[in-house]
């Protein structure tokens, strides 16, 4: 499998993406094409790896910053990271791409360079929330504001391919993100949403509160873009709120310090149960090729999990599933208006 | 001042409703009318309360449950402790009503039973987010979804004059909940808020994540009720389960129980900075009387909590402030139309 990673993009590049990228190679065996400047990836990469046959230098001149407007980026950057990577995957050179740059100018650029599955009409941000069970998706967590029923109902069949396909969760629930578990709840939207899913292929399991995600109460959370990023950035600062919280408090005193010394090892697994590196990146799932957005904080081992995201989905063949499943929802829904 | 008090409502009632309310009677002089069945209370309340010139006994021989349709239980049951304690403030014998009861019910029957601040389109629910400096108003956090601008215009400055009457912070804060900080992002909704509040006279601090409110980035986060019951249940959500990580690890040995000791002050401290019993309750703001929702889960002290804040809201004469500020914004947008 060829794999196109963005090297320049995200806050330990190029150094950390180069050397996940390396250990995804040798675990994996999949092929890299390292993306970005050239004397930068030659500076970091190792001299075995220079001439290895399965990696491959890809030279692009530009790199697009976190806090450039994203559509502009991509049309005017036009030899950037970002924009050679997406192409190496329009152009069928590579099976998927992996970047830990800009937000903003992957997913535009995801849609401009690459463009979406036939009958996808949103592509969906879809990252992996760690729950007290194991993992959710959010879907969709911020690539799509103002989305409409059928929307949702696309996020919540894509969502459960992914989860069973990539995740080997049998028959995974879905969720829909509403205010209360009544189907009579919520704003307009998710009453919609709610009855369009309630006759779709999945394991619908109904609303689900935002209280209880963490819980584990579902495997795919389906929701407005607004809603989704407001969960996944509160659950992501709460956490990180805690943490700085008991570090404070156990700094306060000797006693605390012997104490703190002592749990040191519960410490850290409850801060990786809560560690999105673990899980790997968030798919951008809609988009007609295997997008990967690693966190911008990425170290090495995010990389190596990004990539192996990749290879699951490749190895399944889930876009196909998608193409496949979405087809059968358009037929329905024009079945259902006739 | 006179707060009738929904005696039935909430996990912990009567008895810690009851107690509440005493403890307040004696800290802030409040005048109770103790709404509920008359032998429950009988038999919770102290015998020396039970003839005290402060302590008034409102017989209601119904309750209204939870798991209750809010209208229709508001509409069947009109000798519901909820409904005869809104009719207290409704008929002006009482100053303020509180109730740990139905959250749907408490709304329903505010709007229905004691109606709108004339000029206010939407009462807000407005509870307060314990942040790492001090709280957040998150206003609106579920009465309302599909929100208009106008609306969260006067979301924006009904917050503004609560945290600073009651809460005592000058020039708060107001930030309006987005996706990111640029004024271009978001959803229509956020999008046309932005220009609205930019020209209210409030302390508009401009666009504001989700994962920064905990860390007290803003006073007051204006956003429509769905995104704000996001928040806030998300908030409650990964609190409670890094609490729950924190005591299964620290039960795992003798060591980290050893530890666990050592820090149990320090734990203290933090599950105190995230309890929402320390704030008191919900203000409903908007409505035309002070209403104030306490959690279902309220105890003793978070019942004398809401007491104080319904009694801070009376004492500084906030809604008369909210009505004058509310025509004026009024006035503002007819000239802009002119």
Redesign the interface.
């Known amino acids: 499998m060829r794999i196109a990673i963005d090297v320049m993009g995200g806050d330990n590049a190029p150094g950390a993406i180069i050397d996940g990228s390396v250990m995804a190679m040798k675990e994996y065996g999949a092929e890299l094409y390292l993306v970005g400047l050239r004397e930068e990836i030659l500076k970091y990469l190792g001299e075995e790896y220079k001439k290895h046959q399965k990696v491959k230098i890809i030279e692009a001149s530009e790199i697009i910053n976190v806090d450039e407007a994203p559509v502009s980026a991509i049309k005017s950057k036009k030899d950037s990271s970002m924009v050679v990577g997406l192409k190496l995957v329009k152009d069928g050179q590579c099976d998927a791409f992996v970047s830990a740059g800009s937000t903003g100018a992957f997913l535009a650029g995801s849609l401009l360079k690459v463009g979406r599955i036939k009958g996808i009409d949103r592509p969906a941000l879809s990252p992996l929330l760690p729950?007290?069970k194991g993992s959710c998706m959010v879907i969709d967590a911020?690539a799509n504001?103002?989305s409409k029923p059928k929307n949702l109902q696309q996020y919540a069949v894509m969502g459960s391919i992914y989860m069973e396909k990539v995740m080997g969760i049998k028959n995974p629930r879905v969720g829909l993100?509403n205010?209360g578990a009544e189907a009579s709840k919520?704003?307009?939207l998710?009453k919609q949403s709610y009855a369009l899913i309630k006759n779709t292929d999945v394991n619908f399991v109904g609303n689900v509160?935002?209280?209880?995600?963490?819980?584990g109460v579902c495997d795919v959370c389906v929701c407005d873009?607004?809603?989704g990023?407001?969960?996944?950035?509160?659950?992501?600062?709460?956490?990180?709120?805690?943490f700085?919280?008991?570090k404070n408090?156990?700094m306060?005193s000797l006693?605390?310090k012997?104490?703190?010394?002592?749990?040191m090892?519960?410490?850290k697994?409850?801060k990786k149960?809560?560690d999105y590196t673990e899980v790997g990146g968030a798919p951008f799932l809609g988009i007609n090729g295997i997008m990967i957005k690693a966190h911008g904080s990425s170290d090495a081992k995010a990389v190596k999990n990004g990539i192996r995201q990749a290879k699951i989905l490749y190895d399944n063949r889930c876009l196909d599933t998608i193409a496949e499943e979405i087809i059968k929802l358009g037929v329905e829904n024009t079945d259902e208006r006739a």
């Open positions: 729950t007290l911020g504001v103002d993100l205010l919520g704003n307009e998710t509160e935002a209280r209880d995600i963490v819980s873009g607004f809603a990023n407001v969960l996944l950035k509160t659950t992501e600062g709460v956490a990180m709120a805690l700085k919280l008991l408090e156990f306060k006693k605390t012997l104490g703190a010394m002592l749990l090892d519960s410490l697994n409850i149960s809560f």
